[in-house]
């Protein structure tokens, strides 16, 4: 009964958020034309950012690529983009990583907001959006489904590590709000690796994503 309440939770979230609809055809025009014939990495607030800092950083030297950062700030890397899918990692990076966070153009989904400040650019939630698991709105999943929408080749994903039975031991700062208050962390990865599966099928014969650091999704 509790699952299915908490299912129903998200269905309304979504639909309410349906409503908050905006023009993001400038914007999505905009980032078609930075990225499309560019490499794009991800990187993913998992604590591989600090065990494999070395290799991340000799593929962004060697290959230039667009380094977006999802839904955390780490400040030892530099970003093209932070990607804020929710208003929890929103503020705490405002908060924690203040500095960065002014300086880092940012790209919002609009159930954060619809208007930005002049370094955001808003695309509709619902673009990224793809019903059918509880744990939907997993951040990694909706930029992916966003650099397809953009035309995107080759993205590689660095720090999309996997949940660990503890909280503190999946990212690298044990301060990142929770975004599963439940810790049924088992089931957040299966449901995580069915997306990605099924987010992989879909664009197997459009673009190549690939692991710079070892995945429990891969």
């Not at 299912?7 to 979504?14: A, F, I, W």
């Not at 370094?119 to 939907?136: A, M, S, Y």
């Not at 099928?201 to 459009?206: I, V």
Request: hydrophobic share 40%; proline share 3%.
């Amino acid at each position: 009964e509790r699952r299915q309440y908490d299912y129903d939770l998200l269905e309304n979230r979504y639909i309410e958020n349906q409503n908050r609809i905006i023009d993001d055809s400038m914007v999505l025009e905009k980032l078609k034309k930075e990225m499309i014939n560019r490499k794009v990495l991800l990187l993913a607030p998992g604590k591989s950012l600090d065990s494999h800092e070395e290799r991340i950083k000799s593929f962004i030297q060697r290959e230039n690529p667009i380094v977006i950062a999802v839904n955390a700030i780490h400040p030892r890397y530099q970003y093209g983009y932070v990607f804020f899918t929710n208003m929890v990692r929103y503020e705490y990076a405002r908060v924690a990583y203040l500095d960065q966070f002014n300086k880092i153009p940012k790209i919002l989904l609009s159930n954060i907001k619809t208007h930005g400040e002049d370094d955001e650019l808003i695309i509709n939630f619902n673009l990224v959006i793809k019903r059918g698991w509880e744990h939907f709105d997993n951040a990694v999943i909706l930029c992916l489904r966003m650099m397809n929408r953009l035309g995107c080749h080759h993205v590689h994903i660095a720090g999309f590590d996997g949940f660990r039975t503890a909280y503190n031991e999946s990212y690298f700062d044990v301060n990142l709000p929770t975004l599963n208050p439940d810790n049924k962390w088992d089931e957040l990865n299966k449901e995580i690796k069915d997306m990605f599966s099924d987010f992989r099928r879909a664009t197997e014969q459009t673009m190549q994503v690939v692991f710079l650091t070892e995945s429990i999704y891969e």
